[in-house]
């Protein structure tokens, strides 16, 4: 397997953007300036699936792994069909120390959720909206008609609108609750992970660069990271980037 390199406009479903002088330096080998390019044009539009997923390459091609995995899983999130990201984003793991696969949702909950980046979240709540508003029209000549007909046709009008508005507004709030949980991904090459919220607590294990976990809590300093069922701890903040 090998990574693969920048995104062009025409990569899959990665929208284009003009990145004209960072995909220069990016092919001129020149990585990090890359990087910083980059990091301009995402700080103006830091939503851009295409533009974390080249950050992300220019931080693997600079040896930076576990900071080429958070932007891979960040381009993932928005574009989770996308085969590019996923290819980079499951070669890139595959070359962490700890392999610690990914905790997903269960698989519906995972589905539902990557179904909603299909459509732009505002037009999504709209499309519901207007169908909750003709689901209580519908609902308006059902309860308030003379005639049987218009009261079944009401009926049914209303109740497949809100039947369809709800299916529609469903994968929006997986997708946001998904989104919720804070994810930490290790950018050093040795990270403690010790019992307590403490410089002085006992050390439980070490995880390496390019590990990922779940952030349970935090402190001002320390967050608390979920490994699996029987791993879990504090880590120092300035060992692990999170998003």
């Excluded at 693969?4 to 899959?12: D, H, I, K, R, V």
């Excluded at 890359?34 to 533009?51: H, R």
């Excluded at 590019?84 to 696969?101: C, F, K, M, Q, V």
């Excluded at 949980?181 to 403690?192: F, L, Q, W």
Aim: charged share 20%; aromatic share 14%; glycine share 6%.
């Amino acid at each position: 397997m090998t990574i693969f390199l920048l995104a062009s406009g025409q990569s899959n479903a990665l929208a284009s953007f003009p990145d004209d002088h960072a995909v220069s330096l990016y092919e001129a080998g020149r990585f990090e300036e890359a990087a910083l390019a980059y990091d301009s044009l995402l700080a103006l539009d830091p939503e851009n699936a295409y533009l974390l997923y080249n950050r992300g390459n220019c931080a693997f091609k600079s040896g930076h792994l576990g900071q080429a995995i958070r932007f891979y899983l960040e381009a993932a999130r928005r574009k989770p069909f996308d085969r590019d990201i996923r290819h980079n984003l499951e070669y890139a793991l595959s070359l962490t120390r700890d392999e610690i696969p990914l905790q997903e949702p269960f698989f519906i909950m995972r589905w539902l959720g990557d179904l909603a980046t299909l459509l732009k979240p505002r037009v999504g709540w709209t499309i519901s909206l207007i169908l909750s508003i003709l689901g209580t029209a519908g609902m308006a000549f059902y309860a308030f008609s003379y005639h049987a007909l218009w009261r079944r046709r009401g009926f049914f009008l209303g109740l497949s609108c809100f039947i369809l508005s709800l299916l529609i507004a469903l994968p929006f709030w997986v997708h946001a609750a998904q989104n919720k949980r804070k994810t930490a991904v290790v950018t050093v090459p040795v990270c403690d992970v010790s019992s307590e919220p403490a410089p002085a607590a006992p050390k439980l294990f070490v995880l390496h660069e390019g590990a990922v976990a779940l952030v349970k809590d935090s402190t001002s300093q320390y967050y608390q990271v979920v490994i699996d069922s029987r791993r879990q701890g504090w880590v120092s903040k300035s060992n692990v980037w999170t998003f």
